[in-house]
Every structure is written in structure tokens, then in C-alpha cells.
């Protein structure tokens, strides 16, 4: 059974860096199937995408945060991290990792989701 | 694109057929998902392709809907379905969601 675990500061000062990585377990982050992505989501409000990426190397970043965001993979641990620069209060959120499947057909889907993690940004 | 649900809430008893809209603001063909999130969980794929049932969700959910309209249906309203939902599309970057349904007790 493919598992996602999020792991990371709890708390970020604010204008530092953001900095967590996703463990996949149960499933190869290398599979030329899947794209894995991160989506956040502020305390009683909605879910947004940061952005997605396949182990190859493409990276799809949400236009709202590019400027600050980066995703990278480390294949030989089966991790891939969340990078965000320059964080605000407007940052503080739990963050999912998750895996897409089928991107590019109807089909495309968050299957597989991470329990979360709630990063809050406070001096 | 942008999605809008409607409505942003609704109380229902047990047993109540349940209608959730989800409105893109330019046409995805099928290229959409539904997500069931419960308080202090992620979210739970329900259903992709605008009606696919994911494997092991109950029958009671299905989805309809192609282009800029679609639907989630619950038949019978579960105790266990008391919970938020999202529609999101995924027919092109940047990928977005819903602004979410609650769904609580009446």
C-alpha cells in the first residue's frame, strides 16, 4: 500500500524559507506512471496547488507562488521536498504531499494523499 | 480556470438525496476529480473523470457532468458522509479546486 508522509518544521519564521520533503513508501517515485505534487491549505479555508513534477525533471508551479517556489526530487531516498522563500503569516497552512496519476488524461487524479502538516509562519 | 460550487453549504438528514454543482469557467471536457475531506484529514478522492467511482468508495456517490458543468450526487445520505467537498479540475495547469461544499447535519 503506497504511503506519503510529510515531515518538517512546525513553525517558520517570517521572511525565512519553507522547507519540507514527502517519504513515499509502498511505491517508486521513479515510476514513469505517476507525477507527485503538494497542495496546502489554510486553517478553515480551501485546498490550493502549489505544484507538480515528474521524476525526469518537469516542474509545473502555480503561477501565484513561482516566484518563491521550489520542487525537488531525491530518487535515491524516494523523497521529493517543498521549497517556499520569503514566507508570510499568508503562508501558514497544512501541507499535503500527493501523488497524481494519469496526468494528461481524463482519467488524472490525486490518488494517494499524505496525512499533512500544519506549518505555521510566526517570529 | 476557475471553479465555483454551489452551494458553499447545506444541512441534510440521514437518508436525503444530496446535489453538489461544480461550474469551470471554460470548458474541461472530463477532466475532473471529487475529493471528501473530513476535519483534520486530507482529502479522499471520490471520484475522477467527472463520473468515475474511485475503487472502494461506496456506490451511493456518483458524479455526472462534461464542459463547464458538473454534478456530485449522494443517494442516501450516510452519517459518515457529514464532511467538506471539493471538485478540481486537472484539464490544465495551474490545476484548482473548488471553494468546497460542507455538508452537515440537520
Known amino acids: 500500500q503506497l504511503q506519503l508522509q510529510e515531515s518538517g518544521p512546525g513553525l517558520v519564521k517570517p521572511s525565512e524559507t519553507l522547507s519540507l520533503t514527502c517519504t513515499v513508501s509502498?511505491?517508486?517515485?521513479?515510476?514513469?506512471?505517476?507525477?507527485w505534487g503538494w497542495i496546502r491549505q489554510p486553517p478553515g479555508k480551501g485546498l490550493e496547488w502549489i505544484g507538480t513534477?515528474?521524476?525526469?525533471?518537469?516542474?509545473y508551479y502555480n503561477p501565484s507562488l513561482k516566484s518563491r517556489v521550489t520542487i525537488s526530487v531525491d530518487t535515491s531516498k524516494n523523497q521529493f521536498s517543498l521549497k517556499l522563500s520569503s514566507v508570510t503569516a499568508a503562508d501558514t497552512a497544512v501541507y499535503y504531499c500527493?501523488?497524481?496519476?494519469?496526468?494528461?488524461?481524463?482519467?488524472?487524479?490525486?490518488?494517494?494523499w499524505g496525512q499533512g502538516t500544519l506549518v505555521t509562519v510566526s517570529s | 480556470i476557475q471553479l465555483t460550487q454551489s452551494p458553499s453549504s447545506l444541512s441534510a438528514s440521514v437518508g436525503d438525496r444530496v446535489t453538489i454543482t461544480c461550474r469551470a469557467s471554460?470548458?474541461?471536457?472530463?477532466?475532473l476529480a471529487w475529493y471528501q475531506q473530513k476535519p483534520g484529514k486530507a482529502p479522499k478522492l471520490l471520484i475522477y473523470?467527472?463520473?468515475t467511482l474511485q475503487s472502494g468508495v461506496p456506490s451511493r456517490f456518483s458524479g455526472s457532468g462534461s464542459g463547464t458543468d458538473f454534478t456530485l450526487t449522494i443517494s442516501s445520505l450516510q452519517p459518515e458522509d457529514f464532511a467538506t467537498y471539493y471538485c478540481?479540475?486537472?484539464?490544465?495547469?495551474?490545476?484548482?479546486f473548488g471553494p468546497g461544499t460542507k455538508v452537515d447535519i440537520k
Open positions: 500527493a501523488r497524481l496519476i494519469n496526468w494528461g488524461y481524463s482519467t488524472s487524479r490525486f490518488d494517494y
Open positions: 509502498g511505491g517508486s517515485i521513479s515510476s514513469s506512471t505517476y507525477y
Open positions: 513534477f515528474y521524476y525526469s525533471g518537469s516542474t
Open positions: 471554460q470548458g474541461i471536457s472530463s477532466y
Open positions: 473523470a467527472a463520473s
Open positions: 478540481q479540475q486537472l484539464n490544465s495547469y495551474p490545476l484548482t
